[in-house]
């Protein structure tokens, strides 16, 4: 059972470029979820799609794309890469419902340079 | 709007010590309640969790009881193991719409032998 799977677990960008985070889940859920997590400040929503073909702001969208390409893959990118940026990225399908139950990756830790 | 707020940390126990993580919450509405568990270089884990007021959450040895007069859902555990090690997030979700996981800071565990 794999989950959700989350690609690179690591990566180095210099400032000014460019990449996608990819998460994947085999779970069959509706919602997935971007969450940033800095020394702190817990897990912060970037965005999320409640299903397939739509997308919302969370709490930190500024300077990232998603893309819901399906109904199992839910991409994120950044344009163009910022120091700010350097953190840990955490991707989430989630159950919606009275039995709400998040589903993590592993982690993508980002370093901007 | 919605938060969460939890004990900071690090909290340093000795083997067979009690733990409490405090946390306390502000929802409108009706949140469920979670507990998750981030081992070192993993995601996080669902831990228990509660989904309406005077449920208990538990699992592991963990426990945490929903308290709507206090507004509060503190994880505790009788005795704590090494393997215990882990930060821990407490979380809301409310229902409606579609639910967003919201979490806390998280709180760092560290026990010693």
């Known amino acids: 059972n794999a989950g959700v799977t989350q690609t690179p677990k690591f990566q180095v960008l210099k400032t000014g470029q460019s990449m996608t985070l990819q998460c994947a889940q085999d779970?069959?859920?509706?919602?997935m979820y971007w969450y940033r997590q800095d020394p702190g400040m817990g897990l912060r929503l970037i965005y999320y799609?409640?299903?397939?073909?739509?997308?919302d702001k969370g709490e930190v969208p500024n300077g990232y794309n998603v893309s819901r390409l399906n109904k199992r893959e839910f991409s994120l990118r950044l344009e163009s890469a910022a120091p700010s940026q350097t953190s840990v990225y955490f991707c989430?399908?989630?159950?919606?419902?009275?039995?709400?139950?998040?589903?993590f990756g592993q982690g993508t830790r980002l370093t901007v340079v | 709007g919605d938060s969460v707020t939890q004990m900071e940390g690090p909290v340093t126990l000795s083997e067979e010590a009690f733990l409490t993580i405090n946390c306390t919450y502000t929802?409108?509405?009706?949140?469920?309640l979670f507990w998750y568990v981030q081992y070192p270089g993993e995601g996080l884990q669902l831990l228990l969790k509660a989904t309406k007021a005077d449920d208990k959450g538990s699992n592991k040895g963990f426990e945490a009881t929903y308290r709507k007069e206090t507004t509060s859902f503190h994880l505790e555990k009788g005795s704590v193991q090494v393997s215990d090690s882990a930060v821990y997030f407490c979380?809301?979700?409310?229902?409606?719409?579609?639910?967003?996981?919201?979490f806390g800071a998280g709180t760092r565990l560290a026990v010693h032998p």
């Open positions: 779970m069959n859920h509706n919602s």
């Open positions: 979380a809301l979700s409310v229902a409606g719409g579609y639910n967003k996981l919201i």
């Open positions: 989430a399908s989630i159950v919606q419902g009275k039995n709400t139950e998040a589903f």
């Open positions: 929802a409108t509405g009706y949140p469920s």
């Open positions: 799609s409640a299903s397939e073909g739509t997308t």
